[in-house]
């Protein structure tokens, strides 16, 4: 089905930016939700940010004010903009898509907030 690939990961200071791009091979405007999922080591995948087909979006406590999701159905690409980073914010960041019957994951790319 539908394949991810995610990009914009690296190395960035406490209280810096970054913006992760998801590339899907095709259309996402009938997607019923698309999000990113966060993994520390030696921890399980949790959900960051996530946004639905009618726009409405959902954010996990902890990124609530500093992320920020998006998407532009033109350019089928999904979006997280990520401000005031915080070291607990490290681990590898995947893309999802959800399109009701099938659901498609991305390699995953790699976050990490340090000084």
């Known amino acids: 089905q539908v394949q991810l690939v995610e990009s914009g990961g690296g190395l960035v200071q406490p209280g810096g930016s970054l913006r992760l791009s998801c590339a899907a091979s095709?259309?996402?405007?009938?997607?019923?939700?698309m999000g990113w999922y966060r993994q520390a080591p030696g921890k399980q995948r949790d959900m960051v940010a996530s946004?639905?087909?009618?726009?409405?979006?959902n954010y996990a406590d902890s990124v609530k004010g500093r992320f920020t999701i998006a998407r532009d159905n033109a350019k089928k690409t999904l979006y997280l903009q990520m401000n005031s980073l915080k070291p607990e914010d490290t681990g590898v960041y995947y893309c999802?898509?959800?399109?009701?019957?099938?659901?498609?994951w991305g390699q995953g790319t790699q976050v990490t907030v340090s000084s």
């Open positions: 946004i639905f087909r009618g726009g409405s979006t």
């Open positions: 999802n898509a959800n399109y009701g019957f099938s659901t498609s």
């Open positions: 095709g259309s996402i405007v009938n997607s019923y939700s």
